[in-house]
């Protein structure tokens, strides 16, 4: 067989691979939006099913060889190259896992994700205590499976961001600790901002409509994507030519439809921009998940929480909701929206401060996966971190330790994504000005055009060819690093009280 040949071979197998991931992907997507709920558990084993059939399809002796062989050709393009050597890092990694180990995770998550539910409806943190135990020790396990340099947890780090360190991570949190403190020691010493006008009844129709009209500003496509309901707003994609927004509406809080929509969106919109002939290639699939949550990030803070967004749409928005916003200006809707104020719940914190909730997780992993603490430890940690670092008493552990969901899924090390990815959309958008700035006379329209442009550009196109440090050399001239979104903070909350 010709090097061709041989290419077009791997390149069919993995796109027949991702039309069972992507499959299996539409039925979840169901599972959280219309399944009727007696369909539980038949969907639980035909997901089973869809996720054992990719499996067993990704780990082929056949597959194996081919990429090995492929690997060690000279007459592939640089993409093609790109995408053997990462199939064949991913196809020896999923070798790594025994099916006895994927078995016995698999179950304990289920189980952690039962008790996580009862314990936090019972607010009872003893009933997820055991679960967590029991998790911690076989992510010990995969960190070993997997292999790491000086750090268990660099294993784990390195599933969610590819290239990411403890020791990188220490450094970035420890200057954005830093910087973030006398931030919002300034901002307490300013008058209370006032942020009622948000908690009026804001009908669900109208908020849906405005949510469709949101995301076609910012250039979302309705012709290879659509918004549904669901009870926690998530993306998600069956290639870029299917790419699923959710969003949920409460009419007594304006801002939690909005925002959430505009993150999405964001999402939603790295999704859609990669390219589709790289369906099921590593070239077809997003970076790392700081660099998704920058996507987001971007939109939602840069662009949706901007003075500039609103003082262009906000006619726009009263004519909308006359009775609730007629009596508001521009400015204290901006104010309004952007209120910081230190709080309990991580989704619903305010840019400033959510970090520390991001800061907080990331430092009790660290203790548990050096087995320094063990998992009844963590309330009590908690608690003092939170008075701590955000001034909060923690009323129960249902609304302190118990609030995220992502230990019982086993997903240590995706926490501190979160704030890398805030950290590297402020690195983006930098560029993007400065770039911006001196090119176009002033149009906004045109400004949200460009940038969807610009990322597309810069970010999308890439897929996994980039991982985050790469894409942030590439365009900003260095590493990730934290004085964007430190510099970003000081001029929104401080330039102008
Ligand atoms: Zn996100």
Not at 154 to 181: M, R
Not at 233 to 255: A, L, Q, W, Y
Not at 448 to 454: A, D, S
Request: glycine fraction near 4%.
């Amino acid at each position: 067989m010709t090097t061709k040949q041989q290419y077009d071979q791997y390149k069919t197998t993995m796109q027949k691979i991702a039309d069972v991931k992507y499959s299996n992907a539409l039925l979840q997507w169901d599972q959280e939006t219309y399944m009727p709920t007696g369909a539980a558990n038949v969907r639980a084993r035909q997901l089973a099913t869809l996720s054992e059939i990719a499996h067993e399809m990704s780990t082929t002796a056949n597959l194996g060889d081919l990429l090995t062989d492929l690997l060690s050709k000279d007459d592939l393009s640089a993409e093609e190259k790109f995408n053997v050597k990462q199939s064949h890092e991913d196809y020896f990694k999923q070798k790594k896992y025994t099916s006895v180990f994927v078995r016995e995770l698999s179950e304990a998550t289920s189980a952690a994700f039962n008790n996580w539910v009862k314990a936090r409806n019972e607010d009872d943190f003893s009933l997820f205590e055991n679960d967590l135990n029991k998790l911690i020790e076989l992510k010990l396990q995969e960190a070993d499976l997997l292999g790491y340099q000086n750090h268990p947890y660099n294993a784990l780090l390195n599933e969610y961001d590819k290239g990411a360190t403890v020791a990188q991570n220490d450094l970035l949190f420890e200057a954005l600790k830093k910087g973030l403190i006398p931030i919002v020691e300034k901002i307490k010493a300013q008058p209370q901002v006032n942020d009622d006008f948000l908690k009026q009844h804001f009908p669900k129709d109208q908020q849906w409509q405005l949510g469709i009209e949101v995301l076609k500003i910012m250039g979302y496509d309705f012709t290879t994507g659509r918004q549904d309901i669901a009870a926690h707003p998530f993306t998600i994609n069956f290639g870029s030519t299917d790419v699923r927004v959710t969003t949920r509406i409460d009419e007594n809080d304006f801002s939690n439809m909005l925002f959430s929509c505009i993150h999405e969106g964001g999402h939603a919109l790295y999704e859609q921009g990669l390219l589709d002939e790289n369906y099921g290639l590593p070239m077809g699939e997003y970076s790392s998940l700081v660099v998704h949550e920058s996507q987001s990030r971007l939109w939602e803070n840069h662009m949706g929480k901007s003075l500039e967004f609103w003082q262009h749409y906000y006619l726009e928005l009263v004519k909308r909701f006359p009775k609730q916003l007629q009596q508001v200006d521009v400015n204290s809707f901006y104010k309004g929206i952007n209120k910081v104020i230190p709080s309990l719940i991580r989704t619903e914190a305010d840019e400033v401060t959510y970090h520390f909730h991001v800061m907080i997780r990331y430092g009790i992993e660290k203790l548990l996966l050096t087995k320094q603490i063990k998992a009844k430890d963590i309330p009590a940690i908690w608690n003092e971190l939170y008075k701590n670092l955000l001034g909060v008493i923690v009323p129960s552990n249902a609304n302190g330790c118990l609030q995220d969901v992502h230990w019982s899924h086993g997903s240590f090390g995706y926490f501190s994504t979160y704030s890398m990815g805030t950290m590297m959309a402020a690195q983006l958008f930098q560029s993007f000005e400065n770039q911006y700035e001196s090119n176009n006379e002033y149009n906004y329209e045109n400004k949200i055009r460009k940038i969807l442009f610009w990322l597309r550009e810069n970010v999308h196109i890439f897929g996994k060819a980039k991982n985050t440090n790469e894409l942030c050399i590439s365009i900003s001239g260095e590493n990730l690093n934290v004085r964007y979104l430190l510099d970003y903070l000081t001029k929104k909350y401080l330039a102008h009280p």
